[in-house]
Structures are given as structure tokens and as C-alpha cells.
């Protein structure tokens, strides 16, 4: 049927899923269809089990095919609407699939895919304080599940302070003149390479904008999308990106997501024309946009002339699997990419990034390109050197691993409780955060507030929701990239004697 | 009169200067009143001719008193305003002094200090493009007095690299944490001890807001103003800040300035609750806004409710006599300061701040505060050593000197002319620009269109006026921050050529 011997350096699961993937999107396979077994589709190539298991996984995580308990593989029912993804563009659109609607993490354990992202909605003292507002004292946290601080080790200063002096001793003419506002050639080429062997966007170094964080590109969409343009985030979401609109006086609206991703049908109607996603490992669910509603946006997208602003922060760290591609790989027309090195590097570096499809940068030009810089060359000059000295990608890779074994760490503490945990974590395979669900009589905000007072800051989903708050009760967040798995240790007996005193 | 004795460390011209002031302020002097001369009140003193001259010479600059042909010095005529700035509060308001509505160049010897700021309205292509968007070829220029590049003497990279690598080997705790969004706290401490040893500023450290640029400052400032609330810029001015303004969907008034600054009257009867100023030299005509007009602004500001934003951004630079005092060192409540380091360090290192009003400040706090910070920690602790180890100070006075140096070589090159000059600079003691004033008979933009063709670029007084463009017609502004005086030497006979041609 596929012929592994085509599939050059990509590893056959690799090639595996990309050709069933094909076949779906390409027709070949209907919608609804059933899949040849793993074990059938094993002996037909010649290959392993578990690299057929590796292929089917992927094309589940992405959305592309279902498994029906004690029945098979199906490609998805609305695999049709894949004919927009291909260029042929349809009109008569199937209803949307209403499934999930309900919480995302009961229905289906493939829904399961816990968000741990290492973003949070931050109070002004962003050390002091917890998401909910609880001050604490001004001793060290016992353990701190929620700050983005890094440890010493994750961050490479020997090799940034070797780039500074070389770059500050250079003294390249680009350090002592104002920089371009949209940031430095040299950075631009230097992400453009990058995006290129990652993320496999073909981005044009033009169309970078480079800024001191996503909230700082995200005003420059709001005024790039015209005055009183109606702009959507996700519920739950990242709730600085609603603040960012409602602040600068933009109308949002907070559409739901499930586990398929955003709920395309809640933007039929509207005159909403930015709409802000993460596609790839939403936060803080950690769900990933199916298929079928990546085309649905798409579809609704270029109908209502909209754009899509994509989050991509969480793909640098994704365990195992492929990495999810990024829906502005395929269509840059309609779609920003966005990313920051604030979260791969520290979060102390102000460096970000978005690019511009090529209808937005014309209107940026036009009309923001009197703004100042807002990076210092010297940081872009050095951030150009680490990514093209080929620093980036090993950090990346090192930090993955360290984060990994972290993670491994963490998970094997409530394996080796067994079943008689209180708190069970939703596994998920990427971010730096776990999902943990907790018993069903806490009052989450009470619960996160005693443990703060004892030393231990967690927040909890709710924090995140704008409305459907019920649907996300009692699921916490632990953000695992400041504490390792000893506080986790220190941590779980406080959270499960609190939880116990709560039930009386 | 005045007992010099008591001066302390003071030179005894700034004592005179501030007996004098207090003397009007505090209505001991009246308004019209006529002082002493010169010669009488050295004489009574017992100092020097010059002392007193310079001393009257500050008054007049900063709009205390006036010099009256063949008749002496005299205590200007609205010197009842001060009622105001003293506290005592006043309401009956004269009417408004209407001299020098039309040109500040031509009735009044006093009124030339033309700008010699470095801020210019930049496009896109800061580097390729001149103000009025002429293309450059990519040779480099014959001579460009508009770029604000640095020289490599002019950035103090030896200690800037020192400091950098002495905080990145520190490993200072606050380097792997998410920034205070307003800034690191040391630097916030550094800043006000500066603002209270130069500008006489007693700053609140928790009142200070750090952010890579006035724009982004000032972007802030229209969030605080509240929706839809009407802002107010100078005419000509920095244009920048109205753009800001107009393109995050805020209304925006353009006030004329004249000799002694913003036009107070113009915004009676508005709703402006902002209104955006550079009252110690304002850009570009390089008027420094007279006592009289201070205390106006502040009497409506009182009134309406509204806020000042001082921009102080040239006070660095002043080349004799003392320093203008900003509004805000008398008036913390109303007035909000606002400086940036891109213009004394370089104008790659976007760092700048502002000082908020506490009412500003409580406003922030509870609607901006979810901001993340801007400004990379690693150049935030860098700057705040800097300025800690006394470098940045001693950096200003070596910066003031070279520049101060390179002016007077300049205005040498046309004292040496003598009258056959057809371009005069109107002399200017402060700033990195000289305002050249050019033959009556020049189309203003093809000159400088004609000029960049030679490879020679600067920029017109037109390029920063929204209306009144024929009062501030064949008025040049040449900034010396990039260009010294060899290529003025080469610059000036291409000009005068040129314009010759023009003639025909």
C-alpha cells in the first residue's frame, strides 16, 4: 500500500502518518471509513507494531482518525471538510460536530490532553502574589507550582555572555544606530532558518515583527484589524490576550473551546476579525485543534475575511510524538504566527515574535511603521548569534530532556501511589504543566488559598474560564518548570490532608 | 537686597537667579514692575557685571522677566499667575499674552532658541529613508544630519561590557525571573536617586514605570486617560505621539506653541484630559515654555481634571546656563515626567520611563498591571549598575562636552562665513540640532529632496508642523548628534549652491 522504502530520512512512523494523513485529506480515504488494523497494516509494510501504533497516534492527536472502542480506526466523519484545507473550497457545510460540548475531560480519555503550558495570568507582584490573589508571606514558597522563574541550569549563561562580549567587542555599526522597528535583519533571517527546520514555515524575513512580548504584537494586531474590529480569545484561554483587547478599548468575545479545539460555530454570525488560538496545545486545556476544525476556521476565515492569530509557545516542548504543525505553515494568507523566546529561554529575556501574512504587513507598513524599535540590538544581535551558532535548537533539546526526565519523575510519584491518590494527573505529552483533577468536593478557591497559606501555590483551571467555569471544577494546574519533583513530594501529602479536612 | 553670603554651594548667579524668581513667584516683585539694572545690582551686591547677566539671563529664558529695548528688565506683566504655582489659587484669569502668535523666529531676539533635538519622525527604513520619504541610493551618505546613529566614541562600550558580564556571572536571582512589569525595583531606585541629583525630582521608586520607549510609555498614558477621553499634542511637535494617538483609536488636538511654549488658551474649552509636552526645550522649535505659561497649564489642568505629560527628553543637554526645572519637581500630582535613555546611551537600548501621578499609579495598578514586563532584565540590572556606579553621570558630563565642542566648532564655520552666509543658525544652547534658517525663496521640500540626491540629508521644520506650515517656512533643522563639523563643512557649500539655483 505505502512504500516505506520512499521515505527518505523521516522515520516510517513518520512517513506512515503523513501518507494516511494524505489519503484523508487527498479523498483517498472517505470520511467514516475504517482503517486496516494496526496489526494488518504491520504485515502489509513490513514494519513493527508499535511504528503503525506511533502513526495511528499521531493522526488521532491531530484529528484525523477516531478510534471506536472494540471496533477499529475510522478516518473522521467530516472528513469532507478537508476539501477547503486542499485548495478545492466547498460552500455546503455539514453541521459541526457538537460532541464535548459538556467538559472536555469526562466523554473521552483521547480528549485527555491536560494543557501545561508555563503561561499564567499574572498579578502585578508576579512573585508575591498567586492567581488568586492570595499575598503570601515573604518567605520562600514551600513549593511553587505556578511561577515561571527558571533554575540556575536552564539557562545557558556561559555561552550568552561569550555572544554579548563578542558582540559588544564586534561593535557592529547595527549596535550604536536606532533599530529597524520591526527588528533587526540579521534576528529576522536568523528566526525565518528556524521556523524553517522546525516548524516547517516558509516565513518571509520581511514579514517578522519582533516585540518585547505577545501582549505588546497583540496591540499591534488590535490596531492592524481596525477600530472597533471585534476580536476572539479562547475560553478558558490565556486571559491576557482578553485583557490586552478590553484595555485598549477592543470588544472580545470568549468562545469555547473542547477537546477538537476552539468551537468554530460560535463565530458564524459575528463580526469578529481576529480570532486568537493555540492551536497546537491549547492553554490551558492542552487540547490540540482537530483536523476538521483547523479547516473549519479556515473555511470561516477566508468567507469573513478574518485573521487567525496562532499561538504556537508550547511546540518547542512536545515529549514524544511529531510535533503538531502549525496551521500558518499551509496557509500564511490568513494566519499569524506567534511565538516568543520569553518561555524557551527565560522569562526575563523580552524577546518575541509574530509573522505577518502579507495583506497585514502592507497595513502595517502603512500604518505603524513610525514606531521605534523596541528590542535592544545588543539582545538581538546576540539572540541572531545563538540561534545561528546553532545554540537555539541545542538549548531546546537540552531543556526538553531536562524537562522530560522532570515530568517522568513527577508522573511516577502518583504511579507509585497507585490507585489511592486523591489527585490524578491528566497525562498529556507536551508543556511544562500538568493538569491534575482533584476530588470532587473541593471548593477550588478555598483549596487553593489554605494550601497558599501553607507555603504551597497552585492555581486551578477555573482561574482561566471567562463563563463555563462549572465544566472545569476541581482540575488543578501545576506548572513543573520552577519546582522538580521533590517539592512535588513535599507537596502532595499538604494537598491531599487539605483535601481530606475539606470533605468533612 | 540679597544676601549672597547665604548662597551655601550654589554659584552666586543661580542664587540671584532664584532670589529674583522667588521674589516675582511670591508677588514681592510685581507683575511690570521694573528690576534693577545690571550695573546697579552688581554693584549693590558686590559682584561681577556677569553674574548678574547671567543670572537675568536665565530669568528671561525661563519667562520670569523681559528685557525692554533702551529701558531695562522688567517682571513680566502676568506675574499674578504665579498665584497658582504658589498654592494660593486664583480665578480671575487674565487674558492670555497674544504677542508672538505668528512666527516665534521673527519678532523677538529672545524667542530663537531653535531645537537642536535629536528625535526626529522616522519612517520604516530609518536608515534608507529621509524624513520627507525620499529613497537614498545605498552609498552612504555625503553627510547626514538627520540620522540619530552614534559615533563609536559616543557609547561607553568598555564599562557597558564590564557591567554586562559582571550581572551575567552574578547570576543574580532577578535574572531567571518574569520582570516587575514596571521595572526591576533596583533600577527603579537607581532612576530616582538620578532624577532627585539632576532634575531635583523627588520620584517614588514605586511610582515609576520602565518600558522600551516613549511611545509604549505613552500608549499607557491613553489607556489611563480612559476611553475616548481627547488628547493633546504641540503644533509643530514630535509627531510620533499624535500618531500613537490617532492610531490606537484615540481623538487628538494639535495646540500651537510660540516662544514661551503650548498655547494654553487653546485648550480651554476642550475636553482634553492630556496633554503631551516638552516645556524645558521644546522639539522642534527649542522654545522653553515661560513661568507665566507653566502656571496657566497647571490652573486648567486643576481644573479640568486633566494630566501633563512632561517630556524632558533634551535636559541632558544644555550647553550653558542652568538647567530648565520640569514641571513635575513642583507638581508631582498633575504632571507626569517622562524620559527616555535611548537618547543619552544610544538609540539601540530602549529603555525609557515615566514618573505617574499616584492617582495615575492607582489607575495602573488595577487596570495595566497584568502587563508583563518590557524591558530584558539583563539590560535592566546593567543600567541600574551603571547608574549606581556614578558611570552614567559622568558619561552625560563627557557626552555634553563632545557635543558642546562639536557645536560650537559648527556655529564657528559661520561666524567665519560672516553675513555673506545664506543660511543662519538661530543660536540655540541646548540640544543635538541646530535650526538653520535658509533664503526666503526656497520650495522647502524639493530642497531637501534635491539635497538627499547629493547625499546630504536634513530635515525641515515643516516635516513636524500639522497646520501653521508657512510660519515656520525655510527653517532647517540639522542635527550634530551623527554628523560633526567636517561634514558641514562639506555639506554647507552644496547647500548654498542648490539654493542659488533655486533662485532662478
Not at 514551600?142 to 554579548?164: C, E, G, N, T, Y
Not at 504566527?337 to 495583506?359: E, H
Request: neutral net charge.
Amino acid at each position: 500500500m505505502y512504500d516505506v522504502e520512499k521515505r527518505g530520512d523521516k522515520p516510517i512512523y513518520e512517513y506512515l502518518y503523513m501518507c494516511i494523513r494524505d489519503d484523508i485529506v487527498g479523498g483517498r480515504i472517505k470520511g467514516g471509513e475504517k482503517l486496516l488494523s494496526k496489526r494488518r497494516l504491520a504485515q502489509q509494510e513490513g514494519v513493527a507494531l508499535i511504528t503503525v501504533e506511533n502513526a495511528y497516534e499521531q493522526l488521532i492527536v491531530e484529528g484525523y482518525i477516531e478510534s471506536r472502542e472494540r471496533s477499529g480506526y475510522y478516518a473522521v466523519m467530516d472528513a469532507e471538510r478537508f476539501a477547503y484545507a486542499t485548495g478545492s473550497g466547498i460552500d455546503n457545510r455539514p453541521a459541526i460536530d457538537k460532541r464535548n460540548t459538556n467538559s472536555i475531560y469526562k466523554k473521552d480519555k483521547m480528549a485527555f490532553h491536560g494543557s501545561t503550558n508555563t503561561r499564567r495570568y499574572t498579578s502585578r507582584k508576579d512573585n508575591k502574589e498567586s492567581v488568586t490573589g492570595v499575598t503570601n508571606n515573604k518567605e520562600p514558597a514551600l513549593a511553587d507550582f505556578v511561577s515561571q522563574r527558571l533554575h540556575d541550569d536552564a539557562f545557558p549563561f556561559d555561552i550568552w555572555s561569550k555572544l554579548m562580549r563578542k558582540v559588544l567587542s564586534d561593535r557592529n555599526p547595527e549596535c550604536l544606530a536606532p533599530p529597524d522597528p520591526c527588528g533587526l535583519e540579521v534576528l529576522r533571517y536568523a528566526i525565518a532558518g528556524y521556523l524553517m527546520r522546525s516548524r516547517g514555515i516558509d516565513a518571509n524575513p520581511d514579514n517578522i515583527i519582533v516585540g518585547p512580548g505577545t501582549e505588546y504584537l497583540e496591540n499591534i494586531l488590535l490596531v492592524l484589524s481596525g477600530g472597533g474590529a471585534l476580536t476572539a480569545v479562547e475560553d478558558p484561554g490565556y486571559k491576557k490576550i482578553g485583557l490586552v483587547c478590553e484595555r485598549s478599548g477592543h470588544k472580545c468575545l470568549h468562545i469555547p473551546v473542547n477537546k477538537d479545539g476552539l468551537d468554530v460555530f460560535a463565530l458564524e454570525g459575528t463580526s469578529v476579525r481576529l480570532v486568537n488560538i493555540s492551536p497546537s496545545h491549547q492553554f490551558p486545556t492542552g487540547a490540540v485543534m482537530s483536523a476538521v476544525r483547523r479547516a473549519q476556521l479556515l473555511d470561516w476565515a477566508g468567507r469573513e475575511d478574518a485573521y487567525i492569530a496562532e499561538d504556537d509557545y508550547d511546540s518547542e516542548f512536545r515529549f514524544s510524538g511529531r510535533p503538531i504543525p502549525p496551521i500558518s505553515a499551509s496557509y500564511p494568507d490568513r494566519v499569524i504566527y506567534m511565538n516568543t523566546f520569553t518561555r524557551t529561554l527565560a522569562p526575563s529575556i523580552r524577546i518575541a515574535f509574530m509573522v505577518l501574512p502579507d495583506k497585514l504587513m502592507e497595513r502595517y507598513r502603512e500604518k505603524l511603521s513610525f514606531y521605534s524599535g523596541t528590542v535592544s540590538s545588543f539582545d538581538q544581535l546576540v539572540l541572531a548569534e545563538f540561534i545561528n551558532g546553532g545554540y537555539y535548537e541545542r538549548h531546546l533539546s537540552r531543556m526538553r530532556n531536562y524537562y522530560s526526565k522532570r515530568r517522568e519523575n513527577i508522573l511516577k510519584i502518583f504511579e507509585d501511589k497507585g490507585d489511592n491518590s486523591l489527585f490524578t494527573p491528566i497525562k498529556d505529552n507536551a508543556g511544562l504543566r500538568l493538569i491534575l483533577k482533584g476530588p470532587d468536593w473541593l471548593d477550588d478557591e478555598k483549596f487553593i488559598k489554605e494550601l497558599s497559606e501553607k507555603g504551597i501555590k497552585i492555581s486551578c483551571m477555573n482561574d482561566y474560564c471567562y463563563s463555563y467555569k462549572k465544566m472545569y471544577e476541581h482540575l488543578f494546574l501545576l506548572s513543573f518548570g520552577a519546582a522538580n519533583e521533590d517539592d512535588f513530594k513535599k507537596a502532595l501529602p499538604v494537598m491531599e490532608e487539605v483535601s481530606i479536612n475539606y470533605r468533612n
